[in-house]
């Protein structure tokens, strides 16, 4: 049986991962749902081309990571979910509708199809609001006061920014003409609200913790640190330079730039997150070592995760590669 | 004002019975496309690759049903049920998890493939997608079932402090109910999917469809229907009789049988009366219980009375069985019928295809029944005889749970009416559609 001190911190990384990565993966189709145009048909039908076949893995990523923070974190898990009871299920109820929207719109009458498409956004902005929200509570602690739940509607807004963000990202990279113009300006507006979210998150998040303060303002650490927000900041303003750069040209090489660096800015505010709370899992009250489940369950769990993850990550990349490039009509054929 | 531990109930029974519907059609249905796609790469025939087409149609929006509804309830362990995880966690966790990651990612990446992919990937990789799709909706229902049989006959752990801790992987995964459970189950998923396969087809050419599909997925319907409806009777009375071994309470209300009796008679119907603890109106078979149950006229059977605040509430698993065996018959009856008729006249009567159209959804609620009869028969315990239900129940307050369970109702009374609306309306456009020159797609066709 191995230590619980390894197991706490290696299902803690994986746990990490897992979030960062449905961040990013589920980001930016959320995104895309975000900024559907109800009017546009052709362009939202594109759209909804260019996730099609990897909406349903992505969302695999959240079950992942509520599914180990039940596993290995348990009593952190109810405590969290207990305290967030009603977001998630607004949470839930926005997955449910975008989820079965996806597949309805295509199929059903005519007439009920713009009712769909509508269900698709509504429910993709509202799980992104409720994800951001529930970020803004677990942040200040699950504080309940008006400040706290002000800041949480502010994350709410930052949430739907950031994946609004990496969505036109995603679409300049898979579509071309028109829509690829629309998601320069969209990425464009996401940007400067996102850039804007994540540097007041930064100023609260260390004035309200004092834990958070003790990590970011001393002196040894800080200067490791340094590199993280300015990385961001810079990253931001990058993006910024080359979206203006891609309105004013018509052929448009390197289109995955801004997708890699949203994808840059969403770890690095993982990063910095993951810094102002560790080693605790529900803020201020339990570490990753204290809520730990038993280590021979977790053991027993260890062969299979060494063995299956990297699997899933192979025939992830390889689903990505068959769908490479601009996307195409989506057809069943 | 109700309280959270009923409307906590509700609720989790609200979600899990809109779940389980859609992956009872998923995993068979799965299994069916594979069958199509493989026919199909054997004998070249449009016509399976047109069945194919239809039901893959139908079988991503089943999957996208049973995955939005899945995520909801792997929240609700936490947000409801709380005291499950804290208690079992070290059991059920690791069960979950490797459900998560050995058929979730799986199923979910190779499903974007097998339904978008066939122009970008060769034949064959297609095919192996499709196969691969089948095999993790099966390993999904695989370690589900091992966790819920677990949960009925707990095996294989030892409790430190009233929280369970395991001892032995591999009899906990194997406990003495799991491959009683997983058959039937597998079982009841493929017959749910024969009889719908059936009642759409039935339906398609009742409106005059005559396209070669729908006569020959109607066909395989059937003989699938007419294979695994009996042998489902004969799985079905083997899990009863490991029900009986192990969780004699439950086969006592399922049965109606309120004292220890000897040569207990089946009741074919009844009301049972729970404040007097007796029946009324019984129509009985003398001894026939006894007899199902222990192979002899005048076996033993130990009364609900021997039982007291400690089995289940009597009259849900006692209809909920009969609903089940019953609907189980005439299944049985309708599929012999029909696929006799079939091979004798090469085509059906309007009225016997407008039977299959009302039976489309019939395995629905079999299943429904009998997943009522199973869990509703633990009752009053999470995990039999050891962990009660009202140990584990959440601190959230009861207008919240209120709330979220009236928001559940309504978003699955829609989705589950523009399923079934949906569902009859992709087989109208099925039927429109001119019979047009196919072409077996190619890698590399309309390739920009």
């Excluded at chain 1, 079965?100 to 059903?108: I, L, N, S, T």
């Excluded at chain 1, 956004?121 to 529930?134: E, N, R």
């Excluded at chain 1, 998150?201 to 002196?219: E, G, H, Q, R, T």
């Excluded at chain 2, 049920?81 to 079992?88: D, K, L, N, Y």
Aim: hydrophobic share 50%; glycine share 6%; net charge neutral.
């Amino acid at each position: 049986m191995l230590s619980s001190e390894f197991l706490a911190q290696f299902y803690g990384a994986l746990m990490a991962l897992a979030i960062l990565v449905y961040a990013v993966l589920d980001g930016y189709d959320l995104g895309v749902g975000i900024l559907l145009p109800l009017k546009e048909k052709e362009q939202a039908d594109t759209m909804i081309a260019s996730i099609g076949p990897f909406w349903d893995a992505n969302e695999t990523w959240l079950v992942l990571a509520v599914g180990l923070a039940l596993i290995a974190f348990p009593i952190a898990h109810s405590v969290i979910l207990q305290a967030l009871y009603l977001p998630v299920a607004i949470m839930l109820l926005g997955l449910i509708l975008r989820g079965v929207a996806f597949d309805f719109r295509a199929k059903a009458k005519t007439k009920y199809q713009d009712a769909w498409d509508v269900s698709f956004k509504v429910g993709s902005i509202i799980t992104a609001f409720a994800q951001g929200f529930m970020l803004g509570l677990y942040v200040m602690s699950f504080e309940q006061s008006m400040q706290s739940y002000v800041f949480a509607m502010l994350s709410g807004f930052g949430v739907i920014a950031a994946y609004a963000l990496i969505g036109s990202a995603w679409l300049i990279m898979k579509t071309n003409g028109q829509l690829q113009k629309n998601a320069i300006v969209w990425c464009t507006k996401s940007n400067l609200i996102a850039a804007l979210g994540v540097i007041s998150i930064s100023i609260v998040n260390p004035l309200i913790n004092d834990f958070v303060a003790s990590k970011w303002f001393n002196i040894s650490e800080s200067l490791l640190l340094l590199p993280i927000p300015i990385l961001c900041l810079a990253l931001f303003v990058l993006l910024h330079r080359s979206l203006t750069r891609y309105s004013s040209v018509d052929n448009i090489k390197k289109s995955w730039a801004p997708f890699a660096i949203a994808t840059c800015i969403f770890l690095l505010c993982f990063l910095g997150l993951l810094n102002s709370f560790y080693p605790y899992v529900v803020p201020n009250q339990l570490t990753i070592y204290e809520s730990l489940a038993d280590p021979s369950a977790l053991t027993f769990m260890l062969y299979g995760v060494v063995m299956v993850v990297p699997a899933i990550i192979g025939y992830t990349l390889f689903s990505y590669r068959v769908f490479w490039g601009k996307t195409q009509a989506l057809s069943y054929y | 004002m109700l309280d959270t531990l009923l409307l906590s109930r509700i609720q989790f029974a609200t979600n899990i019975s809109f779940h389980i519907l859609f992956p009872t059609i998923s995993i068979a249905l799965a299994w069916f496309l594979v069958f199509f796609k493989v026919r199909y790469v054997q004998t070249k025939q449009p016509v399976w690759l047109r069945a194919y087409r239809f039901w893959v149609k139908i079988f991503a929006l089943t999957f996208a049903l049973g995955v939005v509804s899945g995520i909801t309830m792997s929240f609700q362990f936490g947000t409801n049920w709380p005291g499950f995880m804290e208690r079992i966690g070290n059991i059920a966790g690791p069960l979950l998890g490797y459900e998560v990651l050995t058929a979730f990612f799986m199923e979910a990446t190779f499903l974007g493939v097998m339904l978008f992919g066939m122009k970008r990937v060769s034949p064959a990789v297609h095919t192996f997608s499709t196969v691969v799709v089948a095999i993790g909706t099966t390993i999904s229902a695989f370690w589900i079932l091992s966790l819920n049989s677990w949960m009925q006959t707990p095996v294989g752990y030892e409790i430190i402090d009233g929280v369970f801790y395991p001892k032995d992987w591999f009899t906990i995964i194997f406990n003495p109910s799991f491959g009683y459970r997983l058959s039937h189950m597998l079982l009841a998923s493929g017959i749910t999917a024969s009889f719908l396969i059936a009642g759409i087809s039935a339906y398609r050419l009742l409106k005059n469809d005559h396209k070669h599909a729908p006569k020959l997925t109607l066909k395989v319907a059937l003989t699938v229907a007419m294979v695994l409806a009996p042998l489902q009777a004969f799985v079905g009375d083997l899990h009863g009789l490991n029900t009986f071994e192990h969780q004699p309470q439950k086969v006592a209300a399922m049965e109606g049988v309120w004292e220890t009796e000897k040569g207990a008679p089946l009741l074919v119907f009844a009301v049972p009366d729970e404040i007097n603890r007796t029946n009324h109106f019984e129509l009985a078979i003398p001894n026939l219980a006894s007899l199902i149950l222990t192979h002899e006229l005048d076996g033993e059977i130990k009364g609900l009375n021997e039982f007291e605040g400690a089995h289940p509430p009597v009259k849900p698993v006692f209809y909920g069985f009969r609903v089940m065996v019953g609907l189980g018959l005439l299944m049985i009856l309708v599929a012999a019928l029909t696929r006799v008729t079939l091979w004798k006249h090469k085509h059906l009567p309007a009225w016997q295809l407008k039977l299959l159209v009302v039976m489309t959804f019939s395995g629905w609620v079999a299943t429904l029944a009998g997943w009522y009869v199973t869990e509703i028969g633990r009752q009053p315990y999470m995990v039999q005889g050891l962990v009660r239900i009202d140990e584990l129940v959440t601190q959230v307050p009861s207008e919240h749970v209120l709330y979220t369970l009236i928001g559940y109702l309504c978003v699955y009374a829609l989705l589950l009416s523009a399923y079934i609306k949906t569902l009859f309306y992709t087989a109208d456009k099925a039927v429109e559609v001119e019979e047009y020159e196919l072409n077996p797609p190619m890698r590399g066709e309309n390739y920009a």
